[in-house]
Structure formats: C-alpha cells, structure tokens
Nanobody, 121 residues
Framework: QVQLVESGGGLVQPGGSLRLSCAAS????????MGWYRQAPGKQRELVAA???????NYADSVKGRFTISRDNAKNTVYLQMNSLKPEDTAVYYC???????????????WGQGTQVTVSS
C-alpha cells in the first residue's frame, strides 16, 4: 500500500507565497516522477510541474518563473514553492507519483487527496 499525503494549502493574498509538500509512504521500492496537478472549478485537471528522480523538471507555461518544484529522494517527498500567486492559481492541488511498490515489477500511478489553494484579497 502506497499513500501520498499533501500539506501546505490555504488562503493567500495575490502576490503572496505558499509551499506545498507531498510525502509518499508505504512499501516503496522506487519512485520515478513526482508532480503536482491542479483542478479549478469547472475545469479539467492540468499539470503544474513535474520532476524526475534525476532532477529534470517540467512546468506549465502559466507558472514558469513563479513556481519551483523540488524533491528529497531520501524522504520520498516533493515540494512546490509557489510565489507571486494570482487569483487564477486558485484550485485544488493534487500530488502525483509514479511508484514501483516493493516486490512489484510494475510502476503504478498514485494520487494524493488534494489540498485547496485559494488566492484572494
């Protein structure tokens, strides 16, 4: 059993910052990519940022220069530092990880429960 637990969401004013964290736990053999997605009301879930185990990153155009993704492989944790937040960043943010569980030869896609980020004055 593998679980992803997110933390760090909340209410912030435009121009402010938040840091999201997501820790993977359970019977984990390895984790390849970890990332953050978001879903605003009435919209499809979209990729925000992703990072491989080797540190390669990928960002949505809308967050480039404002958000930074990082990970601590020893802690199986991924972070999303969000600066210069805008009202349009308001969404539920979901953590995602490609995990090979211990004893399994296949990689599975796991999701966290989501954390609300609201940017409003």
């Amino acid at each position: 059993q593998v679980q992803l637990v997110e933390s760090g969401g909340g209410l912030v004013q435009p121009g402010g910052s938040l840091r999201l964290s997501c820790a993977a736990s359970g019977s984990i053999f390895s984790i390849y990519a970890m990332g953050w997605y978001r879903q605003a009301p009435g919209k499809q879930r979209e990729l925000v940022a992703a990072i491989t185990s080797g540190g390669s990153t990928n960002y949505a155009d809308s967050v480039k220069g404002r958000f930074t993704i990082s990970r601590d492989n020893a802690k199986n944790t991924v972070y999303l530092q969000m600066n210069s937040l805008k009202p349009e960043d308001t969404a539920v943010y979901y953590c995602n990880a490609d995990v090979t569980p211990t004893g399994w030869g296949t990689t599975y896609d796991y999701w966290g429960q989501g954390t609300q980020v609201t940017v409003s004055s």
